[in-house]
């Protein structure tokens, strides 16, 4: 196969969780790995999740045996943030706006009724 694997979760169907959880994942929940932050299992169960799709033999095995070369990192229409004349991210060359300190309103002073009085 010549298509770049995308590292991208949202390509992902929830046919795919299924067939993962039930399959290679063996009952554990494909959101734990997504949300595990090992990128390299995630990796896998994408790789897993796409190209068993067309081809039911590829095995979780085999997604742990592709290249770095097999995935697209970042995504073609993914641009740069983008920068001012001096080079920093921000767009922008006027200065920041200054920052406005959020104080307290001044406490309400009491009343002539709230005072107690003695007579």
């Known amino acids: 196969m010549s298509d770049k694997i995308s590292l991208d979760t949202s390509q992902l169907t929830l046919r795919?969780?299924?067939?993962?959880?039930?399959?290679?994942?063996?009952?554990?929940?494909?959101?734990e790995v997504m949300s595990s932050g090992d990128q390299l299992e995630i990796g896998?169960?994408?790789?897993w999740c796409?190209?068993?799709?067309?081809d039911p033999e590829f095995s979780w095995a085999d997604a742990e045996d592709l290249t770095l070369g097999d995935f697209q990192f970042g995504g073609?229409?993914?641009?740069?943030?983008?920068?001012?004349s001096s080079g920093e991210p921000g767009g922008s060359d006027e200065p920041p706006a200054p920052r406005r300190s959020r104080s307290k309103p001044p406490a309400p002073e009491p009343s002539a009724s709230s005072a107690t009085s003695s007579a």
């Open 16 to 31: 795919d969780l299924k067939r993962a959880k039930a399959g290679p994942l063996e009952g554990r929940s494909p959101f």
């Open 50 to 54: 796409v190209r068993s799709r067309d």
């Open 44 to 47: 896998q169960l994408i790789a």
């Open 76 to 84: 073609d229409d993914e641009q740069p943030p983008p920068t001012g």
